[in-house]
């Protein structure tokens, strides 16, 4: 399905109608603030490993991360944060950054890897953040590549929906996509460090 939804105050009716794919066990292409996402609930382990098989990220746990509706429910899937980074992250989020932390137990296995960290990402874009908030907890999520050996992102949905419409169940076409990918910020030390430069302008975190 290819799917309209505005980006300016989405429809609540297509808003849930995507969390219900969702909670079905669907796989559904987001726009985020960044590069379009290919995402499924976290809680449904069959959809986690078709996007793992669609992508090729096997070897690559590291570009795997789940998308948040706001900071709120950090705790539930983190240990205690430091303050200053819980700082950065409030300076920073909603934005395009993705920041790599330690996993609890709560996060599903095939998630957080051999290393047990996850990939934090609270978009600056309201279609998945609403679709998120009325899932009621996070989304897993990976970058939709483009099979160009030039181009690594597709920016338009239209050509998202022609390349990969017949592997997932809903399309969102949400506008034209950026092609620069997150900011990936990496604090499992207690440090802040940024291991790539991307979107997010790192001077927040200076």
């Known amino acids: 399905m290819f799917l309209k939804i505005y980006p300016q105050n989405p429809n609540p009716k297509a808003i849930q109608q995507v ?8 796989i559904v292409i987001f726009p985020t603030d960044t590069i379009y996402g290919l995402g499924c609930d976290i809680y449904k382990p069959k959809a986690v490993e078709k996007i793992i098989s669609i992508t090729g990220d096997e070897k690559k746990k590291t570009s795997l991360s789940f998308i948040c509706h706001d900071l709120s429910h950090l705790s539930d899937f983190t240990p205690p944060i430091e303050n200053h980074i819980f700082k950065a992250m409030k300076r920073a ?13 709560h996060v599903p296995k095939m998630i957080h890897g051999a290393r047990k960290t996850v990939g934090i990402r609270i978009p600056d874009n309201d279609i998945i953040r ?16 483009d ?7 597709t920016t338009d949905p239209e050509l998202i929906y022609e390349r990969y419409g017949d592997l997932v169940d809903i399309v969102i076409d949400g506008g034209y996509g950026d092609n620069n990918p997150s900011t990936i910020v990496d604090c499992t030390s207690g440090n802040i460090e940024v291991i790539r430069e991307g979107k997010g302008d790192c001077s927040v975190f200076e």
């Open 147 to 153: 099979d160009d050996e030039i181009v690594e992102y």
């Open 93 to 105: 989020l909603p934005g395009p950054y993705t920041f790599i932390l330690n996993a609890n137990n």
């Open 19 to 26: 969390a219900t794919c969702l909670r079905d066990g669907g």
């Open 130 to 145: 609403a679709i998120v908030q009325e899932l009621g907890h996070p989304v897993f999520s990976t970058s939709v590549k």
